[in-house]
């Protein structure tokens, strides 16, 4: 069997890990792979593993608009490479699936998509065109959560569908590693810290993880909130740390690289996820998440969305959009250290059980086969 999968995506070298496990499981499946030189501002990051499998890196229009680019040369590669299924890791509606169904039909060839989108939309034409094609034409489809199941079938998508994480963690990078080294190198000696990755916006729900944790940082001298990752919102978090003269107990990091996470994350002595459901968008997976529970990190959560069936036992669930359980939370993790460790422990064994990069691997290979069965 050959597989050809389509992924933006995969410009990050840690999500290509997932195309290594594919290729390793079965040797009768042979999975390749297409992907842009840059997605946005990333470019392309080679690891040294990319010739174990066939790489196609294939010019792309309309870099970085994400429901809008597509591939110039994808049926001349889909030819060359012959493949028995077609995987699209993009959502339904978008153009780069339109265009790779309407090839696989051309060609005869079963294809599948992906889908996070867990909330129900009616699109504008062209894009609802785009996705009553793949609709028509793709043989099954992967997502990444139950809502997305339930939002495709909600529109009338009728075939098999599995539900698989699009890429799971790399358990060998993010691992438990000398916490007090990493504090150390990222300046964090000597303090508890309390931590929030990812894009700096408001649906992130930081405003409620500033009320949480402002009364905190101003009764604990050596407790810091660290927020790593770029967005509008850091100057709003500049502006409430400067007003309450908690300056110095509040870190941006703009970014860090794929390879300088797991350190930043050893660091760490709590990851906090308060997402906020607003109409258009509620948390589709956190991958975040796995990242810190991997490296043996205590999260908590908010409600929002996938957090809660991704945390399940191994971490502290709190309604979204409220400060106050959310301070709750972040003291009791302060004060227990048992709890802490033991968190981390849940944590680390959850990931390998569920989502290391290995079981998703494992889960697609098997979506492959009964696809094709």
Not at 52 to 72: D, E, K, M, Q, T
Not at 179 to 204: C, H
Request: net charge neutral; proline share 7%; hydrophobic share 40%.
């Amino acid at each position: 069997m050959r597989v050809l999968m389509i992924s933006k995506a995969c410009v990050s070298a840690s999500y290509r890990t997932k195309l290594e496990y594919l290729n390793q499981l079965d040797n009768q499946v042979e999975v390749g792979l297409v992907v842009p030189p840059a997605w946005g501002s990333l470019t392309f990051e080679p690891r040294p593993q990319d010739h174990s499998y066939p790489l196609f890196i294939a010019p792309i229009r309309l870099n970085g608009r994400n429901h809008f680019h597509y591939y110039p040369e994808l049926l001349s590669i889909i030819r060359r490479f012959q493949p028995d299924l077609l995987h699209i890791d993009e959502e339904p509606y978008s153009s780069v699936t339109y265009q790779a169904v309407r090839i696989a039909k051309r060609l005869d060839i079963p294809s599948i998509f992906f889908a996070w989108q867990n909330i129900y939309k009616n699109y504008p034409w062209p894009f609802s065109l785009m996705e009553r094609t793949v609709f028509q034409t793709a043989r099954g489809a992967i997502v990444g959560n139950q809502e997305a199941q339930d939002v495709i079938r909600r529109k009338g998508f009728d075939k098999p569908v599995w539900i698989i994480p699009q890429f799971g963690c790399d358990v060998g990078l993010y691992q438990p590693h000398d916490p007090e080294t990493a504090k150390r190198i990222w300046n964090l000696d000597g303090q508890f810290v309390i931590s929030y990755m990812g894009r700096l916006i408001e649906e992130k729900g930081l405003d409620d993880l500033w009320m949480a944790a402002a009364p905190l940082l101003a009764q604990h001298p050596h407790m810091t909130l660290l927020f790593v990752g770029s967005g509008p919102w850091q100057a709003t978090g500049q502006k409430l740390a400067h007003e309450a003269h908690l300056d110095n107990q509040v870190r941006f990091v703009p970014w860090v690289s794929t390879g300088d996470m797991p350190q930043i994350l050893n660091g760490v002595d709590v990851l906090v996820l308060p997402s906020r459901t607003t109409a258009r968008w509620k948390e589709q997976f956190g991958r975040i998440l796995t990242e810190a529970m991997a490296t043996e990190v205590p999260v908590i959560g908010s409600s929002s969305g996938e957090i809660p069936q991704v945390i399940g036992d191994a971490g502290l669930v709190v309604p979204e959009q409220s400060p106050t359980a959310l301070a709750e939370a972040l003291q009791t993790i302060f004060v227990d250290g048992d709890l802490r460790r033991s968190l981390g422990k849940k944590g680390r064994l959850r990931v390998l059980n569920h989502f290391s990069q290995e079981v998703i691997a494992t889960n697609t290979m098997a979506a492959y086969h009964q696809l094709l069965s």
